[in-house]
């Protein structure tokens, strides 16, 4: 962890760990911020070992929660969060409870994503746009477009990688890191929800011909290619869109909070679409 930066409890999906880099991070700056400092705090002076046990998967009760709201100082919506965030942590195995829980983290969670201005949807034209700009946070790229141009798959040309990469720069969707290194400034971006654009349907369109390449020619790689033809009620359909948006969601906040380096790039579609008309014909 970066014991400059206070930790942010969106980017935990596990509290005990949010617990542990909030007081190494607390710690490094003011020594009086003990674990028997914390235990203290929670109402329990006599005792310096009900924080350590917590971080080893002690229960927390709810009269507990507030205390560790009121502790950290985390404001209303992030305490909402992490009141959320704990009973999920600590749910049974009730499945019920558990997609209820789930449902309200990800309505809860302001994980930072960039939401790019239609003045930016350039950057949807070309599909290895997008490509590159995930291809070199998996490795350390200067300037060796040779090399860019061949990690991508299907590959690129190397006046395409060039390309890619001052577009880029010019979006400010990359930038050089202090050792000089292109790495992308976001980890996630989006266009938003419900985002109508034919620029966006044309990259959608091309992203699915490059799946296509990618099943018949990428087959020692792994990959998982799901097909299901269906037939359904308007309220199943509405299910389903609910259950996709609501993937869509812990996708993004899977990739954000992904602590381990990059290696690899994948491509993830979602497709939904009606095979046949609605009413008479």
Known sequence: MDLNKRPNVYDYNNFRGFLRDFYVYKHSRDKKFTKAYICKELGLPNTRSYFQDVLNGKYVSVIKIPLFVKLFKLNKDKAQYFRVLVNYNQATDDPDEKELLLDQLISLNKTPKKILSPELYS???????SAVRAVINTFDFKDNYGK???????PITV???????????????????LKGYYKPTDKVISTGSLIKNDIITQYQLKCI???KKAILKNRDQPQRVITKMVSVSEDGLKQIQKRLEKFNAEITSIVHKDEKPADRVYQLDLLLFPHSKKGKL
């Open 159 to 177: 006046k395409q990688a060039k390309e890619a990469i001052g577009l880029l720069l010019e979006l400010k969707l990359i930038s050089r890191d």
């Open 209 to 211: 011909d490059i799946a």
């Open 123 to 129: 950057y949807y034209k070309e599909w290895y746009y």
């Open 148 to 154: 860019l141009s061949k990690t991508v798959f299907p």
